[in-house]
Structure formats: structure tokens, C-alpha cells
């Protein structure tokens, strides 16, 4: 798997020294950068060291190996200058193996197919209507992601058709890199904290052929971008990402937050700086319901704008219950047992509510998940008693 990584990360830096020739106002395809799955856009776009879910298909395609369910969901953004997007995107595990003792190779399909449009209008200079133009612009992606341990790389290639004015297609191709390594024990506001995850990606997109047509050819709008994400509290991440578009002189920073609160609901915010014509500040929330062993999150995204309308975003998932994979099931569940043991109540809900999403019927996981709750309400209580009585001590 690492030999196949450096291969990838030399690829990538090979067919950075290409992309280098695009100018400014000479690329094509640039709405395939529009970050359109909602989780991503309320993080500030900062997703390449995130790309857990249906959103690594845009950010990060080597987050397909770190998945284990057949996922599919849809989006809606609500665009500037009225532009509509849809996409439909899916995610399939082809297969797993074990390679050692507690180290299983993942492999995942990833697909996606996405939809600008709307009808602008052209005015003259005192308001007169000149002209309406059409835009329907669509790009059909597939991918494959593959996990290893710490390890996980992807590939894609999209279609991409783009019809404004002229129409213009072209094949594009994205690569991406993974890796996740883990906290040693430290000390922080008087609590121990151990096995925080920190990971590192990078990601090369809209590398490719020429967007051909009849307005002329013109290279794809390439980016190379680095990120990485921390948690360094239970159920929180900290995510920052930058990106060097290879279309104009400019370097992107983008930063992002996310918390879940007891596993349910996700606040997320995210600011995107340096290298954006209009920055732009970012909230949304998420909504997660298991049912049936299957798992369905709703998210929503807002960016107000100052010049542009607002940008809206609604994305619905639903991940269901891996099949044939008993021992990652019960590769996190023992990972639950260790952050159990350690005093980690809340990741270990986490590991575990992993583990029943692979195998809904594991009935060890499900009994840990109460009793870990219990725990967390108990430790509350005596909490909540000391500082009551420090309080009448000191009156």
C-alpha cells in the first residue's frame, strides 16, 4: 500500500510541473471546483484532510478507502447569480482483506453526476436587456479509493461537458492521498487525552485533456491542494486546508470546525481567505438518525454574501449497513473496548456506533453504547456535586 501511495504522490508532482502553463482566464471547467456537498461548504471547503464521506468524490478521492457502506446521496446549491447545482453521487465497498493481525485493506467505488444550470442575463450599459444565455454544464465522475491501516489513496476520471455561450467538453482526472496517525497520551485543562486521530491529505484535481469546442480549446482549471484535520477533543475537529489554483497567482487558505453533539447534531463553521475574490464565512448544521441499521444524515449549509445573493445548501444522505465485513466490525469494536478502558466514553460511543454501522446486529456494541452512556451521565452527576459543594465551602 505505501508503494502505491509514493506512486501517487509522485503523480501527483508530476503532473503538477504540467498544469504550471495555465494563465489566468485561459482555463475551462472551473464550476467542477464549486464545493458542492453541504458538510464540506460549512467547514469552509477545508475537506481535504476530511473526506470521510460521499464528499471525498469532490475534495479528496482517496477518502473513498476509508469508508465501509454503500452510501448514496443528493444535493441542492443554491448558487450566486442564480445558478442552480445538483448532484447525485453513490459510494460501493467492491471488497476487503485482511493483510495482518489487526490491519484490513478497504477498497471503494465512488460515482457522481452533477448539474449546473440556469438561464443569465446580458444588460447594456443603461439597464437595456441584450441578451439570455443557457447554462447547463454536467460532469459524470467514478472513482476508486482504497484504505490500508493509516494509509489511503484515490483516483477518478469525469467526463465533463460545459455549455455557456459555447460548448466545450473535456476528460479530467483527480488524485489523491491519505494518511491518519494517532496522538500520544498528553494532559490538557486537567484531563488526560489519548488516541486523538491527526490527518494529512492531498489532493490533485481537473488534471487532463484540453476542454475542446466551439469556443476553442483551453486547459482544465487544475488545483493542488494540502490539508489537515485534528481532533484534539472528543467529537470535535479542526480542519484547515491550502490550495494553489494553477489558473491565477494566488494561494487559498481555507479553516473549518465541526462538533457533534452527543453524536446526533453537528455545529460546523469555516472561513475562506486568501485567494477568493469575495471571502466568504460559512455555518451549517447536521442532523444523523439510525434506523434499521441504516444511517441518514441531513446537512445544511449557509454563506451570506454582500454582493451576490447568499449561497444555500442541502445535502441528504443515507449509508447502510456493510455487508460481509465481520471483522471490521469487530476491529471497532475492540477499538471501542480500548478508549473504553482508557476513560474515553464519548470515542468510544464513536468506535462503536461505527462497528453497528457495519454490522447492525452486533449486540456487544449496542450493550457497551448504554453503558458507556450511563458512565458519561454518572461522571456529569458527580461533577455537578463537586462543584456544588466547592461552592458552599466557600460562602
Known amino acids: 500500500m505505501r508503494n502505491i501511495v509514493i506512486i501517487i504522490i509522485c503523480f501527483i508532482l508530476f503532473m503538477y510541473s504540467f498544469a504550471q502553463n495555465a494563465q489566468t482566464g ?53 448558487w450566486i447569480a442564480g ?93 489523491g492521498v491519505m494518511w491518519t496517525t494517532h496522538l500520544k497520551p498528553y494532559t490538557l485543562f486537567g484531563q488526560t487525552w489519548s488516541g486523538r486521530p491527526i490527518t494529512l491529505g492531498a489532493n490533485l484535481a481537473n488534471f487532463g485533456t484540453k476542454a475542446h469546442g466551439t469556443g476553442g480549446a483551453y486547459p482544465l482549471a487544475t488545483e493542488l491542494s494540502f490539508g489537515f484535520s485534528g481532533q484534539f477533543f472528543p467529537l470535535y475537529t479542526i480542519a484547515l486546508d491550502i490550495a494553489k489554483p494553477f489558473d491565477y497567482n494566488r494561494v487559498k487558505i481555507n479553516i473549518g470546525m465541526e462538533y457533534w453533539l452527543r453524536g446526533f447534531i453537528a455545529l460546523r463553521m469555516g472561513y475562506r481567505f486568501f485567494g477568493y475574490e469575495i471571502d466568504g464565512f460559512t455555518v451549517g448544521i447536521g442532523m444523523k438518525h439510525q434506523f434499521a441499521g441504516k444511517t441518514v444524515q441531513l446537512d445544511i449549509a449557509f454563506m451570506p454574501q454582500s454582493v451576490f445573493n447568499n ?85
Open 83 to 175: 445558478l442552480k447545482y445538483e448532484s447525485l453521487n453513490a459510494s460501493h465497498p467492491i471488497y476487503f482483506h485482511k493483510e495482518q493481525k489487526d490491519r484490513i485493506a478497504n477498497h471503494v467505488l465512488g460515482y457522481s453526476i452533477n448539474y449546473l444550470h440556469d438561464r443569465v442575463n446580458s444588460y447594456g450599459e443603461w439597464g437595456d436587456h441584450i441578451d439570455t444565455v443557457s447554462v447547463n454544464n454536467v460532469f459524470i465522475l467514478a472513482g476508486y479509493g482504497w484504505g490500508y491501516h493509516e494509509w489511503s489513496g484515490g483516483l477518478s476520471t469525469k467526463f465533463i461537458s460545459e455549455n455557456f455561450g459555447s460548448s466545450q467538453q473535456a476528460l479530467g482526472f483527480d488524485a
Open 311 to 395: 449561497v444555500n445548501n442541502i445535502s441528504l444522505q443515507m449509508r447502510f449497513p456493510g455487508q460481509g465485513s465481520p471483522e471490521l466490525a469487530n476491529l471497532w469494536y475492540y477499538k471501542g473496548i480500548q478508549q473504553f478502558v482508557d476513560a474515553n466514553y464519548e470515542e468510544a460511543i464513536v468506535c462503536w456506533n461505527k462497528c453497528l454501522e457495519i454490522n447492525p446486529l452486533h449486540e456487544l456494541a449496542a450493550q457497551k453504547i448504554d453503558e458507556a452512556r450511563q458512565l458519561i451521565k454518572m461522571s456529569e452527576i458527580e461533577n455537578n456535586i463537586d462543584i456544588k459543594m466547592k461552592e458552599g465551602g466557600t460562602k
Open 26 to 78: 485561459t482555463t475551462a471547467a472551473a464550476f467542477t471546483k464549486i464545493g458542492i456537498g453541504s458538510r464540506m461548504m460549512s467547514m469552509g471547503e477545508a475537506y481535504t484532510a476530511v473526506s470521510d464521506d460521499l464528499n471525498a468524490l469532490y475534495a479528496n478521492v482517496a477518502g473513498l478507502g476509508m469508508q465501509h457502506n454503500f452510501a448514496i446521496g443528493i444535493s441542492h446549491l443554491d
